[in-house]
């Protein structure tokens, strides 16, 4: 199974959708609705559907905490999402929640079902469909058949082998290409690259190990899902087929087509570009 980072956000967000097949979810509910300390701060009206459409203003991880290892609190992220203020009334523009996602989606599925996170994705989507590596939180007893990642944020368990100050090197050329390359982006579609940064890099991320034991067991649901790529194809055939694999039905077909209807076209705060968010 290999850390997948933004791939989580399609697997959490099936469990939504699935949860709404169920009835237990529906989508222009207010998520104070499922999670009543959700709603203060000006987050009383934020919707569902405006969760899953990037339209809830609470794009910035870099507001919620003061550095990336508290990410890695499952507990207190929860209480720092309910805590937070938007930045802009629901539905008045879209932003990508690039890691934020995960704990406002991830905290309604337990708030919903009142079980955890790792629960619900084992119960609802990964035991159904037969799915041998799908965990968002790797379980212990898992944790050998990981795959170390290579590259920036990736310390190796033979980082001082020959070979490993070039290695560094580089990746410090890759980060500045990144950076310079993303600049241009900016220039080129007239975006802000500060909302970048507020929406993926949090301060001390540089720090942040990927392949260290405790950031792949701890749950955040729009970067650290460890999958293999059978159960992936699995999931996205299941959703290609109208909610059904191998007779096992997950979500209703109206359910799908709710899901895959475009609801909006405009221009993405954090990514530049126009997305046809779903």
């Known amino acids: 199974v290999a850390l997948s980072f933004s791939t989580t956000k399609g697997v959490a967000s099936t469990l939504v959708h699935i949860l709404a097949s169920q009835g237990r979810i529906a989508y222009d509910a207010p998520?104070?609705?499922?999670?009543?300390a959700f709603g203060q701060n000006g987050k009383e009206t934020i919707t569902v559907r405006d969760v899953l459409c990037h339209e809830a203003g609470l794009f910035s991880i870099r507001a919620l905490v003061e550095d990336a290892s508290q990410m890695l609190d499952w507990a207190g992220m929860l209480?720092?999402?309910?805590?937070?203020?938007?930045?802009h009334a629901p539905?008045?523009?879209?932003?990508?929640?690039?890691v934020t996602y995960g704990w406002l989606v991830g905290g309604l599925i337990e708030k919903v079902t009142g079980k955890p996170f790792a629960e619900v994705l084992r119960?609802?989507?990964?035991?159904?469909?037969g799915l041998r590596g799908c965990f968002v939180g790797l379980p212990r007893d898992e944790m050998h058949r990981r795959a170390h990642l290579f590259g920036a944020g990736a310390k190796r368990?033979?980082?001082?082998?020959p070979g490993a100050p070039p290695r560094r090197r580089a990746q410090t050329r890759a980060a500045?290409?990144?950076?310079?390359?993303?600049?241009?982006?900016?220039?080129l579609v007239?975006?802000?690259?500060?909302?970048?940064?507020?929406a993926l890099m949090p301060r001390g991320i540089a720090n942040v190990d990927w392949n260290d034991e405790a950031t792949l067991a701890a749950c955040i649901p729009a970067a650290n899902g460890a999958f293999d790529a059978r159960s992936l194809a699995?999931?996205?055939?299941?959703?290609a087929n109208g909610g059904e694999l191998d007779g096992v039905r997950l979500l209703s077909p109206e359910t799908v087509r709710a899901a895959s209807t475009v609801q909006s076209r405009g221009r993405d705060g954090v990514l530049w570009f126009r997305m046809g968010w779903r």
């Open 31 to 36: 998520v104070a609705t499922y999670w009543p």
């Open 79 to 87: 209480r720092r999402i309910e805590q937070a203020r938007p930045a």
């Open 157 to 161: 368990p033979d980082a001082k082998a």
């Open 234 to 239: 699995r999931m996205y055939a299941m959703l």
């Open 91 to 98: 539905g008045e523009s879209r932003a990508y929640h690039a």
């Open 190 to 198: 007239g975006g802000d690259p500060a909302s970048f940064k507020e």
């Open 176 to 187: 500045k290409l990144g950076s310079a390359l993303r600049s241009a982006a900016c220039k």
């Open 123 to 129: 119960d609802e989507l990964a035991m159904p469909l």
